[in-house]
């Protein structure tokens, strides 16, 4: 099983990136997936996840109407969309799988048993 973050880098705020998380491994279509932050200096914080299907997706409030979270099953492939960034938006970021199928995704980091790499997301003010 593997997760593989990309596509952070450095924006200024108010722009936009798009990070994928590409899985080998497992089949994707069982799986919640979600995405996890770590700021310097601060634990780490769930972000927004997506359910097996993609029908349910849930979002922490601090992104909410800017972040979404999308998934290409046939591609083996999460992407996070990220609008309007904040400076305090920067952190490394994480996608993870849940550790068993549910029809739904979770904010528990409990839940979630494989964790990408992680890709830097800098937001300049």
């Known amino acids: 099983v593997q997760l593989q973050a990309s596509g952070g880098g450095l924006v200024q705020a108010g722009g936009s990136l798009r990070l994928s998380c590409a899985a080998s491994?497992?089949?994707?279509?069982?799986?919640?997936i979600a995405w996890f932050r770590q700021a310097p200096g601060k634990e780490r914080e769930w972000v927004i996840c997506?359910?097996?299907?993609?029908?349910?997706?849930v979002n922490s409030d601090s992104v909410t109407g800017r972040f979404t979270i999308s998934r290409d099953n046939a591609e083996n492939t999460v992407y996070l969309q990220m609008n309007s960034l904040k400076p305090e938006d920067t952190a490394v970021y994480y996608c993870?799988?849940?550790?068993?199928?549910?029809?739904?995704?979770?904010?528990?980091?409990?839940?979630?048993?494989?964790w990408g790499q992680g890709t830097l997301v800098t937001v300049s003010s």
């Open positions: 997506i359910s097996s299907s993609g029908m349910n997706t």
């Open positions: 491994g497992f089949n994707l279509d069982y799986y919640g």
């Open positions: 993870a799988r849940q550790r068993r199928f549910t029809p739904f995704c979770s904010s528990d980091y409990g839940t979630y048993s494989h």
